[in-house]
Nanobody, 127 residues
Framework: QVQLVESGGGLVQTEGSLRLSCTAS????????MAWFRQAPGKKRDLVAA????????YYTDSVKGRFTISRDNAKNTVYLQMNSLKPEDTAVYYCAATRNYGNYGLGYIEADYDYWGQGTQVTVSS
């Protein structure tokens, strides 16, 4: 079993920045692809960014390309999401997710691809 704990959310003004962190515990972090999803009120949970265990593959949804950066530090069992130039439409609960189903170089693209989830952290961008 893997436990994921997110931190770093909060309230920020438009064009501001936040860095989310997600730390895994419970089992070895080795071989887990990681992702950040978000869910705005009344909407479904969508993939924002994902990273393979090796960091060789990364994915970003179109709306965050050029503004968000996903990275990881396997020695610290932690994945990050650096969010710059934030917009009100980025307001959502952000969830960290993990899967070991894709080896060292793959990653998942939908909710069903991920086996472990954090509790979520709220990001609010004011206009």
């Amino acid at each position: 079993q893997v436990q994921l704990v997110e931190s770093g959310g909060g309230l920020v003004q438009t064009e501001g920045s936040l860095r989310l962190s997600c730390t895994a515990s419970g089992r070895t972090f080795s071989g887990y692809a990681m992702a950040w999803f978000r869910q705005a009120p009344g909407k479904k949970r969508d993939l924002v960014a994902a990273i393979s265990w090796s960091s060789s593959r990364k994915y970003y949804t179109d709306s965050v390309k050029g503004r968000f950066t996903i990275s990881r530090d396997n020695a610290k069992n932690t994945v990050y999401l650096q969010m710059n130039s934030l917009k009100p439409e980025d307001t959502a609960v952000y969830y960290c997710a993990a899967t070991r189903n894709y080896g060292n170089y793959g990653l998942g693209y939908i909710e069903a691809d991920y086996d472990y989830w954090g509790q979520g952290t709220q990001v609010t961008v004011s206009s």
